[in-house]
């Protein structure tokens, strides 16, 4: 759970110091690259700390092989052409 907030903040992070190091301020943003790069900056950090903070999904399947090949078996049997 750690991991999803350091990322989700390295993002905010990453943000503040363009912000910072540009001298902006609310009256002044920047061109429509400069949101772009913060629109990805920002859902970068969503998307790779969300997972993380929210928990990932347990194991759904397990590999059977005998199932694996019974289905090889009837896909083959099925379409002739492979």
Do not use: C
Not at 37 to 56: A, D, E, H, I, R
Request: proline fraction near 2%; charge should be positive.
């Amino acid at each position: 759970m750690i991991a999803g907030y350091s990322i989700l903040v390295a993002s905010w992070k990453d943000i503040y110091s363009d912000w910072v190091t540009n001298n902006r301020s609310l009256g002044h943003w920047g061109n429509v690259n400069t949101m772009y790069k913060y629109g990805f900056l920002g859902m970068y950090g969503v998307g790779f700390s969300f997972p993380l903070l929210l928990g990932l999904p347990g194991e759904i399947n397990t590999f059977q092989f005998k199932l694996y090949k019974l289905e090889i078996i009837t896909f083959k049997s099925l379409n002739s052409t492979f």
